[in-house]
């Protein structure tokens, strides 16, 4: 193989590796993009349990009594970002710290009607419902925006199974 | 040369990689329109449909909150892929367009024999955005409803178009006494639901395939009995009542029905009504005016037969309805109220229908309880005096032989203003500028009416005209009452210069 031939070649995976890269290994992308708002938690709350920490828990924080949770999934219109805080048995505080759900339907979701409906115990996995509540692991959905509600409840359910698999570590 | 040859490429892999991660990729997408309802379903790759020849078009739509939009599309028109398979839209009365997710919008006769129904796939010269894919329709001139994104199915139907002539109204507020409720959570708030299913069942002898639906903003459909079997209608709250569904999507609510009708039965509901009808006070009562409200529903007849929900039932003319109010009670249900020349009877608590008479057991006003048509010739038998002073002979006994006699019976039509409302009424009667020529009074400045209470009008030479007349009958009925059996009458928006109960005029 002469010289030119090389060069090119190298010159070739040069570009796909940097393609590769910047597809794939960029750096998280949620983590950049919500910086400002995982900066101001972790400045607030030092402690925090990396391990049980991905791409969807982005934070995991030992809140002594509970544990706090900066959970992120995928909404109507885009990502929602929701502070969770999760004592032994209960979700104490649900706070939405990012949304941006269609009008007046999905932007509900920070309202303190819909967020008190999440006040439940976690052992069962939390269900959106319509209208009407039959069990009590089972949450109304906001009127128009069940795929924004049941984002919510999503990263509730994901962040209760990270919970139980911390509190099984501790035992 | 080679050198050149292995630079080509690399360039073209670095485009193929960027290629990968551009928007502007060739419309593509995997599936199939179907259509149903037909002889034998039709099925069309959507990739089929964007290789087709396309239009481009400039269309129109109202939103539900009233704004304009506009926009340009560019798709496949339906008439053309119906065409290929020796179709045409105009063939059928009912087109039914439903998406992904369930959402389905029925297009009207009207809509399907007028305009051009377009399967868009680019707005504004964009692609439509993924969750809008693969088609989305496109109408000139319609609300926005009809534009139904991410369209996976049209169902035709052709059926005959059945007799919708309205033959009963039921009053929602009132049947929903005889139905379950349920609770139902809406946004913040805990309200009441009952089913569309139970009211169909309880109220109609047959089973019906499908429903319009008019809500009190001008915002109508045409629902399937499959949807609406599904549903909820919301009637506590904000919104009631709300047709809306467990599991529909909230694009196919309808907010404020004021009218769901099936076959010759229309439900509709007076709260809603209020909004549309200008309201009508009847002694304390204030509601929807009854003729009103049976125009707008479209039940048109000479006799109304009112059906409370215990059964009990009076039949009224169609005149009648002019002095008639139905409204909502404190608990919810419906009540109509007459004015006070009407038998007591005539006022019903807890209306629940009301439906086309024949007459047989009218009762009319005037607590006479004489059907209409044996009042026809009343004003002929009924004796009145009018006072004429300051005449150049002193004063005159005018009588109502001496004007039967002696002086023409005319007819005057009026519409006056009262509490925003237009009244138009019929009267007979006699000019009072014949009357005056009558009694030779050649010349004066102006006339004073003097009602039978003391109540006194002046109207000067200019203001007497034609159309002043001393009326003794109103809407065909003689003005029998003893205070008022004569009443002046002229042609203007508001009846300020009119005078009931005429005693004495004076001419100055």
């Not at chain 1, 400002?36 to 030992?62: A, F, G, M, P, Q």
């Not at chain 2, 239009?55 to 339906?78: C, F, H, Q």
């Not at chain 2, 039932?313 to 006070?340: H, P, T």
Request: hydrophobic share 40%.
């Amino acid at each position: 193989m002469n010289k030119g031939k090389k060069i090119i070649l190298a010159t070739t995976l040069i570009v796909i590796i940097i393609a590769i890269l910047i597809v794939f290994l960029s750096p998280s992308g949620h983590e950049k993009r919500f910086k400002d708002i995982l900066d101001e938690y972790d400045d607030i709350h030092t402690e925090r349990l990396k391990n049980h920490e991905d791409e969807s828990v982005l934070r995991c924080y030992d809140l002594e009594d509970s544990i706090g949770f900066i959970v992120i999934s995928k909404g109507y219109e885009d990502e929602i970002v929701i502070f969770l805080e999760l004592s032994l048995e209960k979700i104490d505080d649900v706070c939405i710290l990012y949304q941006n759900e269609s009008e007046d339907h999905g932007d509900l979701v920070t309202e303190e009607w819909f967020l008190k409906r999440l006040n439940l115990p976690y052992n069962k996995e939390l269900k959106i419902v319509r209208n009407k509540k039959e069990n009590s692991n089972e949450v109304i959905a906001i009127t128009g925006a069940t795929i924004t509600s049941d984002a919510v409840v999503e990263a509730i359910n994901e962040c209760a199974k990270t919970m139980e698999e911390i509190i099984s570590e501790e035992n | 040369m080679k050198k050149i040859k292995w630079i080509i490429i690399v360039v073209i892999m670095i485009a193929v990689l960027f290629s990968a991660c551009s928007k502007d990729a060739d419309l593509i997408y995997e599936g199939e329109l179907k259509f149903t309802g037909l002889d034998k379903e039709i099925n069309i790759a959507y990739d089929d449909i964007y290789a087709m020849e396309s239009i481009k078009a400039t269309v129109k739509s109202i939103t539900s909150d009233g704004e304009e939009r506009v926009n340009e599309v560019e798709g496949v028109l339906l008439e053309t892929l119906l065409s290929l398979h020796g179709l045409s839209q105009k063939d059928f009365v009912s087109i039914r367009l439903i998406a992904g997710d369930g959402y389905a919008m029925d297009v009207p006769v009207e809509i399907i024999k007028e305009k051009d129904i377009i399967l868009a796939y680019k707005f504004d010269d964009e692609n439509l955005e993924e969750k809008k894919m693969p088609l989305r329709v496109a109408i000139n001139d319609v609300r926005s409803m009809y534009y139904v994104a991410n369209l996976a199915e049209i169902q035709f139907s052709n059926g005959k178009a059945e007799d919708a002539s309205v033959k009963k109204v039921i009053l929602l507020e009132t049947a929903y006494l005889n139905l379950d409720t349920e609770s139902y959570t809406y946004y913040d708030s805990e309200d009441s639901a009952i089913l569309p299913v139970d009211l169909l069942d309880t109220y109609l002898e047959s089973e019906v395939e499908k429903v319009y639906m008019l809500a009190n903003d001008g915002y109508d459909k045409i629902e399937s009995f499959d949807v609406l079997k599904e549903g909820y209608i919301k009637i506590t709250g904000k919104d009631a009542p709300l047709f809306t569904g467990k599991d529909l999507p909230v694009g196919m609510n309808v907010k404020c029905l004021m009218i769901l009708q099936t076959g010759n039965i229309s439900f509709a509901s007076v709260e809603s009504a209020k909004g549309v009808i200008k309201n009508r006070i009847v002694g304390e009562k204030e509601g929807v005016a009854f003729d009103k409200l049976m125009d707008m529903i479209g039940l048109v007849g000479d006799y109304y037969i009112m059906t409370a929900n215990d059964g009990y039932s009076v039949e009224v003319s169609r005149d009648s309805l002019s002095q008639a109010v139905i409204y909502v009670m404190e608990d919810g249900a419906c009540a109509v109220k007459f004015n006070e020349t009407y038998p007591k009877n005539t006022d019903i608590k807890y209306l629940l229908s009301i439906e086309l008479g024949d007459g047989a057991n009218s009762i009319t006003g005037e607590n006479t309880g004489i059907a209409d048509a044996q009042t026809e010739t009343e004003s002929d038998s009924v004796k009145w005096t009018i006072t004429f002073d300051g005449l150049s002979d002193g004063s005159f006994d005018m009588t109502s032989d001496r004007a039967q006699r002696k002086l023409e019976l005319v007819e005057l039509h009026t519409e006056r203003m009262k509490n925003d409302e237009i009244l138009p009424e019929d009267w007979k009667g006699y000019r009072l500028l014949d009357v005056l020529e009558f009694l030779h009074v050649d010349d004066f400045d102006s006339v004073v009416i003097t009602a039978v209470d003391g109540y006194e009008v002046e109207l000067v030479k200019n203001q007497l005209d034609e159309e002043t007349i001393l009326a003794v009958e109103k809407n065909g009925k003689a003005l029998i009452d003893d205070d008022n059996l004569v009443q002046l009458i002229q042609n203007t928006e508001f009846a300020t210069t009119w005078v009931k109960g005429v005693a004495k005029i004076t001419v100055n």
